[in-house]
Nanobody
Framework: VQLQASGGGLVQSGGSLRLSCVVS????????IGWFRQAPGKERVGVSC????????VYSESVKGRFTISRDNSKNTVYLQMNNLKPEDTAIYYC??????????????WGPGTLVTVSS
């Protein structure tokens, strides 16, 4: 299974970005997908995930109310809409197979991710 994250970039504080995660080798009918991020000098942490079965979602407290995860099964793609971005959201964002309620990554391999930089 391969997951390719894209959509990062440089944005000012308060701005928005939408990240995409294209899944190949599996389908969203079977796999929940999560977004994770790693800020400079910090550990990778979970941001949000969405289930394969009922579309239920989970968010970390730091992004709740600002980020929205969604999926398009026809495109085998999961999105992360990020609004009201803050400088502390600056990180490399990764997607991986993961499901609610704990949103733990199933696999121990990570793609290159996509860099989000929020300027103040």
């Amino acid at each position: 299974v391969q997951l390719q994250a894209s959509g990062g970039g440089l944005v000012q504080s308060g701005g928005s970005l939408r990240l995409s995660c294209v899944v190949s080798g599996s389908t969203l009918d079977y796999d929940g997908i999560g977004w994770f991020r790693q800020a400079p000098g910090k550990e990778r942490v979970g941001v949000s995930c969405i289930s394969s079965s009922d579309g239920s979602t989970v968010y970390s407290e730091s992004v709740k109310g600002r980020f929205t995860i969604s999926r398009d099964n026809s495109k085998n793609t999961v999105y992360l809409q990020m609004n009201n971005l803050k400088p502390e959201d600056t990180a490399i964002y990764y997607c991986a197979r993961a499901s609610p309620p704990h949103c733990l990554a199933r696999d121990n391999t990570w793609g290159p991710g996509t860099l989000v930089t929020v300027s103040s």
